[in-house]
């Protein structure tokens, strides 16, 4: 017998199916699963998806706009200097309540993975510490993993390097870095190289801030392509904004492009973020700082979209929402064509549970029952509407639920009802 049946959902992929659920595992996805179950919903047409990942994010300064100030210019430099002065007032209950709240948040929203990167740079590890015990505390709702980062440089900051061997000592499980933060190109590449080795001594994988600034001549990723290559550490490694990128001379990123793809490094753009804090010292035209989303796609790259922030001291917005990153980066990227909108879904969801490393992540019999039933027909109409979210279950349990609503204008000698959601592309819906 089924513990739960969603009849008549849509697939991202554009499959109708039925999708049967038992002990905590999809046990089959059929056009028309016969017999009954605990409990029975039918989702009149519309999306089921596996839930949404975020690869890159700050769980530790999420939530604390405001805090000790605001950020006046706006700029990623004074946000580093704001989460400065912050430090010294952290404490170990906040730190942990606000990530239990926005945890909260996150699975309202269908999110239910998060890559965290956490500040190793206070040699008390107190963001550290509260992260571990977010993470232990939210496991049967949410997946976290944690990157230790370096946020003050890791040559560049007394202490950095034994705190980030601490950190992962504690059970953080990605090594992190900031090559374009340290004092000059050569410690940046110096960094690269230390934390390569470090994470392949350990076994663990890499997920580095790089190059995220509008210097064309920031060229971190580089050195960290290459250093994945000459430690066989290809498939572990993530290249986290690569917003230089958006700046470089073309003929060298016709070299760069083929050796991330080759070294299997994958790239990670943050769109709210990249669009808000790069291009500040232009005048006009100003860049948008997003790195190059669709050619590192065309040459084979693994390549996905995360929030990196949410009301702190570098982007005072924010509700956990990867389909307002999608909006953004499909916006920003240009990538309007019709496999390119639908792809920019799958970089919230399928693309960055693999640079995550999830397990059983997908709708197919054998994975984890974790899903989100959007309010929406297909992936491309999700990212239109920043479509609600009607169902969350994970391992097989509702989680969070809330009713479709329709806009109803009853007015005289018009139609009765008009449904927000559901206008089908002309010649019917894809897949
Ligand atoms: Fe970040």
């Known amino acids: 017998m089924l513990d739960l049946l969603l009849r008549r959902a849509v697939l991202p992929d554009g499959r109708r199916a039925d999708i049967g659920i038992a002990a905590g595992k999809v046990v089959a996805v059929e056009p028309a699963i ?81 890559r965290s990167h956490v500040d190793v740079c206070d040699d008390r590890l107190l963001a550290v510490d509260a992260l571990l015990e977010v993470k232990r505390r939210v496991a049967p709702w949410l997946d976290l993993q944690l990157v230790a980062f370096p946020q003050d440089g890791y040559l560049r900051s007394p202490g950095a390097a034994a705190n980030l061997e601490r950190a992962l ?72 904004h690569l917003t230089s990128m958006h700046s470089m001379d073309n003929y060298y990123v016709s070299k760069l492009l083929p050796l991330i793809a080759e070294a299997g490094v994958a790239a990670v753009a943050n769109p709210l973020i990249n669009i808000t804090l790069q291009g500040r010292h232009d005048s006009y035209p100003k860049r948008r700082g997003m790195t190059r989303v669709a050619e590192l796609r065309a040459v084979g790259a693994t390549v996905a979209f995360g929030h990196d922030c949410v009301m702190d001291p570098w982007y005072p917005l924010g509700n956990a929402d990867m389909l307002d990153v999608a909006h953004m980066a499909l916006h920003v990227g240009q990538l309007t064509g019709r496999e390119d909108m639908a792809w920019c879904f799958a970089a919230v969801t399928t693309e960055a549970a693999r640079i995550f490393g999830l397990t059983g992540y997908g709708i197919a ?63 019917g819906r894809d897949g």
């Open 169 to 240: 000592d504690l059970g953080v499980e990605v090594v992190g870095g900031i090559p374009h933060f340290e004092r000059t190109m050569q410690d940046g590449a110096t960094s690269v190289r230390a934390l390569c080795e470090l994470a392949a001594r350990r076994g663990l994988m890499v997920d580095m801030h790089c190059d995220e600034s509008d210097d064309p001549l920031s060229r971190h990723i580089e050195t960290l392509a290459a250093e994945t290559r000459r430690l066989g550490l290809g498939g572990r490694v993530t290249g986290s």
């Open 365 to 427: 019999p054998g994975c984890h029952a974790d899903l989100v039933v959007l309010d929406a027909a297909d992936p491309v109409e999700a990212i239109r509407l920043r479509a609600p979210r009607l169902l969350v279950v994970r391992r097989g349990r509702v989680i969070a639920e809330r009713p479709a609503a329709p806009v109803r204008l009853d007015l005289p000698g018009r139609p009765a009802m008009l449904e927000h959601r559901a206008y089908a592309p002309r010649g």
């Open 34 to 114: 016969a017999g009954t179950a605990g409990r029975e919903i039918d989702l009149d047409h519309r999306l089921a998806s596996p839930p949404f990942v975020d690869i890159h994010f700050h769980l530790d300064s999420a939530l604390s706009l405001g805090n000790p100030r605001f950020n006046r210019s706006g700029t990623l430099l004074e946000g580093i200097a704001l989460w400065g002065e912050r430090k010294p007032h952290l404490t170990h209950e906040a730190l942990v309540e606000s990530g239990l709240r926005y945890c909260d948040l996150a699975v309202s929203q269908g999110l239910l993975a998060i």
